[in-house]
């Protein structure tokens, strides 16, 4: 029983400091440390730590399981370029030179 508590504390504290992620984002972004630009641009890379943070965090050898929480975090990731898009300042226009 103690194992099973173990397991399911840790995938279920887990998972919430992940949903978290949007969060994380948007406080980067109003930092400009981030930009949708510079997250869309290493997607790529993103994918592949997820799916290995997936893989290494999920609870045993159930690839059905590392699948749907490899699928949650990049909709996490996708949702988190949503939202520094959102918050990135816009560029200020510059006024036009009078003649």
Do not use: C, K, N
């Not at 980067?28 to 290494?56: D, N, Q």
């Amino acid at each position: 029983m103690a194992d099973y508590l173990d397991l399911l504390l840790g995938t279920v504290l887990l998972t919430g400091v992940l949903f978290e992620l949007p969060v994380l984002f948007f406080f980067l972004a109003r930092l400009r440390l981030v930009t949708a630009g510079w997250m869309l641009r290493y997607w790529r890379h993103a994918t592949v730590s997820i799916v290995i943070f997936s893989a290494f965090f999920t609870p045993g050898d159930v690839v059905a399981t590392t699948i749907f929480f490899t699928t949650v975090l990049l909709a996490l990731y996708f949702v988190s370029v949503v939202v520094v898009w959102l918050v990135q300042p816009t560029p200020r226009e510059e006024p036009a030179a009078r003649s």
